[in-house]
């Protein structure tokens, strides 16, 4: 086949005139860092989720440490959550001085399997952290249970999860604690960003000190028309606050939400219409009760060859690819701090898994190329990929 000429890149935002006008008019306004824009993307995500509150963040890790700080998450703890994600979230637990314990996933989905999280709960766990992983959520049902019989707590880490629903229900409207990312790379974004979303009044509180220096009321409301400048400091705290910039930008995209999630589907009905009996190489399972999934990754899983020499072959087609993720369980830190873990399913999938180009702005025709692309490795008609 013929090699393309332009690099086809594993994931790029999509940016049309809406998000220019939404940017430009917050940077016309003269009032670009946390305003009015921020108070509106918020109240577009409870109205989303379901939840009672929505607190937007520089940053989903931003979000995780305010989370786990606000709840009083720290040394002695045990907080059970999933290898198989980025080390952001690990990297919070540990910073906080508490334990994280890994549980093990089903290999098909990648999501965290809920009998393993039952039987690694301690006296000493604090906390439940699952993964919807690539945007199907996990099995919430399941997972609350076990955290409301043994009087735990449930942090979402919906990362991947703008738009990913659970028997009807949209992620972070459990009632429980939920933090979303907004990065470059998500199905939404603000450029960095990302939003915690939850129904407890008194952790709402904690959480808007702890965000920004500690200080009660935001920046517009101190310095806008008739504010007071005054402010006192209850407890010391970060700053983690989105700017009106970012904000104007997530507003646009959240307008386009369901108009990004559902190109996304249609691209992987082709991946997986194109792409299936091809041996040597697994594709996603599927979740077997009702959900929507928002399709933020497209993970498949490479069987016949080295994974290193398969992307290799990708890049000599132009075409990029992601792994998500390096199991957490082995990273050098990780080992050394907390000890070694054997998690099968998780090590299984963690040597295979490679994530394949998936963006709303992706062609009929791209999807094809990749297709045809990885039918020539795998089958080992390479010889027009070199």
Avoid at 232 to 254: R, S
Wanted: hydrophobic content about 40%.
């Amino acid at each position: 086949m013929k090699i393309r000429e332009v690099f086809l890149p594993l994931n790029r935002p999509s940016i049309g005139e809406t998000e220019i006008a939404g940017v430009t008019a917050c940077l016309r306004s003269q009032w670009i860092t946390t305003g009015p824009l921020c108070k509106s993307f918020e109240e577009r995500f409870q109205e989303l989720t379901g939840a009672r509150h929505a607190v937007s963040l520089c940053s989903a890790t931003a979000g995780m440490h305010l989370v786990i700080a606000a709840l009083g998450i720290g040394p002695g703890d045990e907080v059970i959550t999933p290898s198989l994600t980025f080390a952001s979230t690990v990297n919070m637990i540990a910073m906080q001085g508490a334990r994280p314990v890994f549980a093990d996933i089903h290999y098909d989905t990648l999501n965290i399997d809920a009998a393993d999280i039952e039987a690694r709960i301690t006296p000493k766990t604090k906390a439940i952290i699952p993964v919807h992983f690539a945007g199907a959520p996990a099995e919430m049902d399941r997972i609350l249970e076990i955290a409301d019989r043994h009087h735990l707590i449930v942090i979402e880490d919906a990362a991947h999860a703008v738009g990913t629903r659970y028997r009807g229900i949209h992620v972070g409207g459990f009632g429980k604690v939920a933090v979303f990312s907004f990065h470059p790379l998500k199905n939404i974004t603000t450029g960095e960003g990302g939003l915690i979303a939850h129904s407890d009044d008194e952790l709402e509180k904690r959480l808007r000190l702890l965000r920004f220096h500690g200080i009660e009321r935001d920046a517009w409301k101190r310095y806008g028309r008739g504010g007071n400048p005054e402010y006192d400091i209850e407890a010391p705290g970060w700053k983690y606050n989105l700017t009106d910039i970012q904000a104007a930008l997530g507003i646009a995209q959240l307008s386009r939400l369901d108009e990004f999630n559902r190109r996304r589907a249609e691209i992987v009905a082709l991946y997986r219409t194109e792409l299936h009996g091809i041996e040597g190489m697994e594709l996603p399972g599927e979740s077997c009760y009702p959900h929507d999934h928002a399709h933020h990754l497209f993970v498949v899983k490479i069987l016949a060859m080295e994974r290193e020499r398969f992307m290799e072959r990708l890049s000599d087609y132009n075409v990029g690819y992601g792994l998500h993720f390096p199991a957490c369980h082995l990273l050098k830190y990780v080992k050394e701090r907390f000890g070694v873990v054997k998690l099968p399913e998780t090590e299984r999938a963690a040597k295979r898994i490679l994530s394949l180009p998936l963006f709303p702005d992706m062609t009929d025709g791209d999807v094809a190329y990749v297709c045809a692309a990885v039918r020539e490795i795998l089958c080992g008609s390479e010889g027009g990929g070199n």
